[in-house]
């Protein structure tokens, strides 16, 4: 049964930077292409970052494209998410998931950028 364990989550200033992980379990992490993705209240969860099974292609969305930067450790089956000089726009409830996703997320992880 796979579980998606989202951290790191929190309230930061504009300008300010967080660093998301995700632990994944229950699947092969290694063979699956892993994705951040973001709701914000009253909007659709949308795709934020992406990246191959091995690390070496990702893929953002062009709203945080220069500022986020994903990642992964296959070896601790976990994803992070980099994010910096956030702004108010990006704040959201953070999920990870493979791509394309499951029906079944995390209980995901909140981002309040505010000053």
């Known amino acids: 049964q796979v579980q998606l364990v989202e951290s790191g989550g929190g309230l930061v200033q504009p300008g300010g930077s967080l660093r998301l992980s995700c632990v994944v379990s229950g699947i092969s992490f290694r063979l699956n292409i892993m994705g951040w993705y973001r709701q914000a209240p009253g909007k659709q969860r949308e795709l934020v970052a992406r990246?191959?099974?091995?690390?070496?292609?990702?893929d953002y969305a062009d709203s945080v494209r220069g500022r986020f930067t994903i990642s992964r450790d296959n070896a601790l089956n976990t994803v992070y998410l980099q994010m910096n000089n956030l702004k108010p726009e990006d704040t959201a409830a953070y999920y990870c998931n493979r791509f394309p996703s499951f029906s079944y997320w995390g209980q995901g992880t909140q981002v309040t950028v505010s000053s």
């Open positions: 990246i191959s099974t091995s690390g070496s292609t990702t």
